[in-house]
């Protein structure tokens, strides 16, 4: 079964860190181009990273360049995505997603952000 | 950045009527539009690829067209499971995702 499982979402307070993971399973993760998205509570949709599927090149949106980095480790099968310097306005559902196979997402892992 | 403009922002729909909702982009993303249901407290679900192809296990009811900057997603005959949030999203480039606000088609 094709599988996304995003986890380390957690309750931080704001200028904090945190590290969140997306184990893929039942495609070959290599092969793949991946995508990090969000949704803030009662709002739509927003791409935050991406990275090629070697993890030589990486994308990000404004909002979090210079404070977001995405990488992977194909050997693990897994994709990162380390937030630092966190704000209130990056509290979200974050989802990772095949860049390519446009239905594979996972459920999603929540990062509150408040004091 | 590319943007995309979906319309109308909710729309009331009595079971087994047509909804169709719209979405625009800012500049051509040739077919790379897809299409999304979301419910409350779950990940969007694939509907349509490419403007006008269904994702594996879509009902037929749904069907997708346009291309350059204008797209259409059509319900055909609206189902109490439809009831959801719409999302577009262009990927004519990979790693600048852009998604539509969304259409929320409610009960009328």
């Known amino acids: ?26 495609f070959t993760f290599s092969n793949y181009a991946m995508n990090w998205v969000r949704q803030a509570p009662g709002k739509g949709l ?3 990273s991406g990275v090629t599927n070697s993890g030589g090149v990486t994308y990000y949106a404004d909002s979090v360049k210079g404070r977001f980095t995405i990488s992977r480790d194909n050997s693990k099968n897994t994709l990162y995505l380390q937030m630092n310097s966190l704000r209130a306005e990056d509290t ?22 408040s004091s | 950045e590319i943007v995309m403009t979906q319309s109308p922002a909710a729309l009331s729909v009595s079971p087994g009527e047509r909804a169709t909702l719209s979405c625009r982009a800012s500049q051509s993303v040739s077919s790379n539009l897809a299409w999304y249901q979301q419910k409350p407290g779950q990940a969007p679900r694939l509907l349509i690829y490419g403007a006008s192809t269904r994702a594996t296990g879509i009902p037929a009811r749904f069907s997708g067209s346009g291309s350059g900057t204008e ?33 929320k088609v409610e009960i009328k």
């Open chain 1, 46 to 48: 927003e791409w935050v």
């Open chain 1, 92 to 113: 979200a559902v974050y989802y990772c997603a095949n860049a390519q196979r446009l239905s594979v997402w996972g459920k999603g892992t929540t990062v509150t952000v």
């Open chain 2, 71 to 103: 797209f259409t997603l059509t319900i055909s005959s609206l189902q109490s499971e439809d009831f959801a949030v719409y999302y577009c999203l262009q990927y004519n480039n990979l790693f600048q995702w852009t998604f539509g606000q969304g259409t």
């Open chain 1, 1 to 26: 079964e094709v599988q996304l499982v995003e986890s380390g979402g957690a309750l931080v307070q704001p200028g904090g860190s945190l590290r969140l993971s997306c184990a893929a399973s039942g």
